[in-house]
């Protein structure tokens, strides 16, 4: 039996996928966390060649190789397998080449990408060219693909908290308010003037 352990980086949910021998699984904790719809791709032992696993049809392999199916947010670790000497062998460390696609594929990104951190900088130079074609070499990838893989599991959670939005002027206006005089309606006449003249002051004679 292979057991499986997913934990969600940030939140720290885990999951555990186990698949026995004849390849059924089950799975204990938060299944939205195993993605077994997922495909990956694992080394075959030629020289640069990779190939896609499927789940449903190799669930044996594709549990031992299931630290490829880490994300951003999942890293996915085999905790426990009956049989160790038939996980995934590792690629060649010396001696082999990869194109950009491959070395990409390795790194479980897209071409593009893989190529945007060579232009940086964060990733391996290739080491020879063939004609136009430049090549990687194999072991500088794998070792750059597991120390971004550590970094990427000892990454703190970062705790998100929303702080108090400063109050707008039209909200500052609101709590300075001042109630604005009584306005006539509209159309209406104003009160005639006071025809009242004021009273003279009286003479007090003593």
């Known amino acids: 039996m292979i057991t499986v ?6 939140s720290g949910e885990v999951a555990r996928l186990h698949v026995e021998d004849t390849g059924e699984h089950t799975i204990e904790g938060d299944v939205n966390l195993v993605n077994l719809d997922r495909r990956l791709a694992i080394p075959t032992g030629a020289v640069g060649g990779f190939e896609s696993v499927r789940f449903e049809a190799e669930p044996l392999r594709w549990a031992r190789a299931a630290h490829r199916a880490s994300t951003r947010e999942v890293a996915a670790e085999v905790i426990h397998d009956d049989e160790p000497e038939a996980a995934e062998a590792a690629p060649p460390e010396t001696g082999r080449r990869l194109t950009r696609a491959q070395a990409a594929q390795l790194a479980e990104m ?24 430049p090549l990687w070499d194999a072991k500088e990838v794998a070792a750059w693909v597991r120390g971004r893989r550590k970094d990427a599991e000892a990454a703190p959670v970062e705790e998100h908290t929303e702080a108090a939005a400063p109050a707008t002027k039209h909200e500052a206006r609101e709590h300075t308010h001042t109630p604005a005089p009584a306005s006539r309606p509209y159309g209406s006449t104003p009160p005639p003037p006071s025809t009242q003249r004021p009273e003279p002051p009286y003479n007090v004679s003593l």
């Open 110 to 133: 897209k071409p593009d990408s893989f190529g945007a951190h060579v232009s940086r900088g964060r990733a391996p130079r290739p080491v020879e060219r063939v004609g136009r074609t």
């Open 5 to 10: 352990r997913f934990r969600h980086r940030e």
